[in-house]
């Protein structure tokens, strides 16, 4: 998962894509979740009185628990259609939360 947003000063100075060399650069099947307008901590809470966070969207951090557990239960259960249709759902409605791109 990656914000297209998040350009984590403190920890690169190559922008929000830096954050996406796992999945680019890397060998094996893998999906990556790319949610738009998405700062560095993806909407939510790292942990108790931690200011790591720069984007604490609620819809951010529902979408984020929505498509992990879908892709988790798809991929702990082969045949099991979560994860496309939470995929579809993310794609459906006129103004996106993200995007998924799979190789």
Do not use: I
């Amino acid at each position: 998962m990656a914000g297209d947003k998040d350009a984590s000063a403190h920890l690169t100075v190559l922008g929000p894509d830096w954050h996406t060399d796992p999945y680019v650069l890397s060998p094996g099947p893998k999906s990556l979740l790319t949610l738009f307008g998405a700062e560095h901590g993806l909407g939510g809470v790292a942990g108790y009185d931690a200011a790591e966070t720069t984007d604490e969207d609620p819809e951010r951090v529902a979408a984020v628990a929505r498509l992990t557990g879908a892709y988790l239960r798809t991929e702990l259960y082969p045949g099991n259609p979560a994860w496309q249709a939470a995929r579809d759902e993310l794609a459906a409605g006129p103004d996106p939360l993200g995007r998924v791109e799979s190789k």
